[in-house]
């Protein structure tokens, strides 16, 4: 039998490409100096797409995959690929949310808890000495008892929610559909933030949710609240988020996506009330092998004319 034609937008791990070399011819768009060029060459030949959801895959790119079965998306996010046009055109959408969720859900406790606890501050008031020249550290709040308002509970909001309950914390949410768990449910993100001391922000990025944090969330959350970005930076209006850390109508904000990334703006990572992590939450070595694999082990179901083992959606456009 004949081996598949694979484009490679983006290479997944070594390990994972590695696998993809021996099972598949294999077209290097990510190492081509026309894109266009060669998509308009290599395209035609091509029923697999290996990406991430960093890189563009337009309806236009698609013109020049016209026997394209299987996109494998080696990470959670996928709004820089045009789902809808491949619902459109038949063509399977992979990603690799079941690999990461319980490192991003880490994260996303590791940064209520240092916003919370004040852990960055702290950690200096110890190594510059401020501690033995200005005595104790300022009382601060319990978590256990809180309210941690989960703004999407997909996959990655339920490991959230799953770490922050043996914390004693009360949990509600949001999300475009009700789901039949405990938690209270909110409308919107307004109605979330003026309930919660703690916002947990990890919804899909994309136009749907652009700015979905806005000056009226903020201000709903409030002076002591804690705003936790893991999603995108482009779900928070960073310029409301800047000014309502500054003049004290938020508490605090622990953050591990930008609107400018890997360049986050100084006025945002200069304010003392931030804790930030470098859009790191899924970086370690466990999680991006796992996450590499999944797109090794949903193009062989495919190829095998097995089920996906972790569609978005299959290629009826349903998740199967
Ligand atoms: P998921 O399983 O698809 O869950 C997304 C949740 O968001 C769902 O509950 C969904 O509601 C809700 N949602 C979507 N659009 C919404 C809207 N307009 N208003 C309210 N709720 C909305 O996705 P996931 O795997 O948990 O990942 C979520 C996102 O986290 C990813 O898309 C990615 O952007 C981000 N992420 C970040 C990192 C990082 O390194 N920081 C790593 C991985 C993922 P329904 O269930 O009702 O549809």
New binding site residues.
């Given amino acids: 039998m004949s081996r598949p034609d694979v484009m490679i937008f983006v290479p997944p791990r070594d390990k994972a490409m590695a696998q993809l070399e021996a099972a598949y011819t294999l077209h290097r768009l990510d190492q081509a100096d026309d894109r266009a060029a060669f998509l308009q060459e290599h395209g035609p030949r091509c029923t697999g797409v290996v990406t991430n959801g960093h890189a563009a895959l337009t309806r236009a790119d698609l013109e020049h995959l016209p026997n394209l079965e299987i996109v494998a998306c080696s990470?959670?996010?996928f709004?820089s690929i045009d789902d809808a046009a491949l619902r459109d055109r038949g063509i399977a959408l992979t990603n690799s949310?079941d690999a990461?969720?319980d490192d991003?859900a880490d994260v996303a406790l590791l940064l209520t808890l240092a916003c919370r606890r004040q852990l960055v501050p702290a950690h200096a008031y110890v190594k510059t000495g401020d501690w033995g020249r200005d005595g104790m550290f300022p009382l601060l709040s319990s978590i256990k008892g809180k309210k941690a308002g989960i703004?999407?509970?997909?996959?990655?909001?339920q490991a959230i929610a799953d770490r922050l309950e043996p914390l004693k914390v009360e949990l509600g949410y949001?999300?475009?559909?009700v789901k039949p768990v405990a938690y209270q449910y909110f409308e919107n993100a307004t109605a979330l933030a003026a309930w919660s001391d703690i916002l947990i922000v990890?919804?899909?990025?994309g136009p749907?949710?652009e700015g979905?944090i806005n000056a009226s969330v903020l201000n709903a959350l409030g002076p002591t609240g804690t705003l936790i970005n893991?999603?995108?930076g482009s779900v928070v209006d960073e310029a409301a988020l800047i000014a309502a850390l500054s003049d004290g109508r938020l508490g605090s904000a622990g953050l591990?996506?930008y609107m400018n990334e890997p360049n986050p703006d100084p006025a945002l990572t200069g304010l003392p009330n931030v804790t930030l992590y470098p859009?790191?939450?899924?970086g370690t070595v466990e999680t991006r092998d796992a996450m590499a694999q999944t797109v090794v082990d949903n193009l062989a179901a495919h190829y095998a004319g097995n089920p996906l083992v972790t569609p978005v959606f299959g290629r009826s456009g349903r998740a199967s």
Wanted: charged fraction near 15%; aromatic fraction near 0%; hydrophobic fraction near 40%.
């Fill in positions: 990470s959670a996010g709004e949310s990461l969720c991003v703004l999407g509970l997909g996959t990655i909001g949001t999300a475009r559909s990890v919804v899909p990025g749907e949710t979905m893991v999603a995108r591990d996506v859009h790191h939450a899924s």
